[in-house]
């Protein structure tokens, strides 16, 4: 199933994601997706992984032109000059000489006349032809705004953290209004439950009662029931996982449909409460990492 995003360019709604997927696993990830299916495998500099991704990409056999790669700026390496080179470094390590989505990793508020440079250089990439499509992550209505106003390219995407316990409304409508497309990351909750930010009391929403209980009508995991969801609102969805058969069991999720009332109750779990990190919060010690050369 692919999604047309706003330049016209197409793009497999459901990716691999590879955040926390320690580069030893990556590879072996990678070459199971797209063996099972997959065509979309999402990345970034800031995990470590690019190069694994590109070897599992070469390994499966299939052409370039077959697999759209997405991968993200550091904020590091935000500003014109800076950027421009951070593709050199994105393609060095996956080994390609274009990049089907390369989007902005934060706003980075606290330094936002750098971001937007850094998009600037996004679209001089693009009317180059050296990459497909532009976007941003963790972008909120009011960044969107900012950017917006200084940009000549409307982002295609947006992704950001989303799952049944945090919909984003807000987000989601704001980019609606642009016709960005909004891309879930953690679009199964694994953020609700995994360490990282914000502390260990959290719920985990792949054993909420109500996901499992329209999974059962199904005879579907609440992963599926969760990802069906995403695509049934037109979202795009990157769901991680280092495991064979997870990974293709969230690429089983084209064969059934979730009714409207079953839509509603998932949406209506959504809790307002952010599991990741704030994307207004300056974090300045983790934006100063350095991103390696190719």
């Known amino acids: 199933m692919d999604v047309t995003l706003n330049n016209g360019i197409t793009m497999p709604a459901i990716g691999l994601g590879v955040f926390q997927s320690a580069p030893a696993d990556t590879t072996a990830a990678v070459e199971s997706a797209l063996a099972t299916g997959y065509r979309h495998i999402d990345t970034a500099a800031a995990y470590g992984n690019e190069r694994e991704v590109?070897?599992?990409?070469?390994?499966?056999?299939?052409?370039?032109?077959?697999?759209?790669?997405?991968?993200?700026?550091?904020?590091?390496?935000?500003?014109y000059d800076q950027t421009?080179?951070?593709?050199?470094?994105?393609?060095?390590?996956l080994g390609?000489?274009?990049?089907?989505?390369?989007?902005?990793?934060?706003?980075?508020?606290?330094?936002?006349?750098?971001?937007?440079?850094?998009?600037?250089?996004?679209?001089?990439?693009?009317?180059d032809g050296r990459v497909r499509a532009i976007g941003?992550?963790?972008?909120m209505p009011h960044h969107l705004s900012q950017l917006l106003a200084a940009a000549e390219?409307?982002?295609?995407?947006?992704?950001?953290?989303?799952?049944?316990?945090?919909?984003?409304?807000?987000?989601?409508?704001?980019?609606?209004?642009?016709?960005?497309?909004?891309?879930?990351?953690?679009?199964?909750?694994?953020?609700?439950?995994?360490?990282?930010?914000g502390g260990e009391d959290r719920r985990n929403v792949m054993q909420d009662p109500a996901v499992a209980g329209i999974g059962q009508a199904h005879g579907k995991t609440p992963a599926q029931v969760m990802l069906r969801w995403h695509l049934q609102q037109g979202r795009s969805a990157i769901p991680k996982s280092t495991?064979?058969?997870?990974?293709a069991e969230?690429?089983?999720?084209?064969?059934?449909?979730?009714?409207?009332p079953e839509l509603g109750i998932i949406?209506?779990?959504?809790?307002?409460?952010?599991?990741?990190?704030?994307?207004?919060?300056?974090?300045?010690?983790?934006f100063a990492m350095v991103i390696p050369e190719a």
């Open 96 to 127: 390609v000489d274009y990049l089907d989505l390369f989007i902005l990793h934060q706003p980075a508020p606290d330094r936002f006349e750098k971001t937007i440079s850094a998009y600037k250089a996004l679209e001089y990439l693009l009317a």
């Open 136 to 139: 941003v992550s963790n972008f």
């Open 267 to 286: 949406d209506a779990l959504d809790s307002g409460m952010r599991s990741g990190p704030d994307p207004d919060e300056a974090r300045e010690e983790r």
């Open 54 to 79: 590109g070897e599992g990409i070469r390994n499966s056999g299939l052409n370039r032109s077959e697999v759209f790669i997405e991968t993200k700026v550091w904020v590091s390496d935000y500003g």
């Open 243 to 247: 495991n064979p058969g997870r990974i």
């Open 153 to 197: 390219v409307v982002p295609a995407v947006n992704q950001i953290e989303l799952h049944p316990y945090f919909t984003q409304p807000d987000v989601q409508e704001a980019d609606e209004e642009q016709g960005i497309l909004t891309q879930a990351w953690s679009p199964i909750g694994g953020i609700t439950f995994y360490p990282g930010w």
């Open 250 to 260: 969230n690429f089983d999720v084209f064969g059934f449909e979730l009714s409207e």
């Open 84 to 93: 421009l080179h951070a593709w050199d470094k994105a393609v060095g390590k």
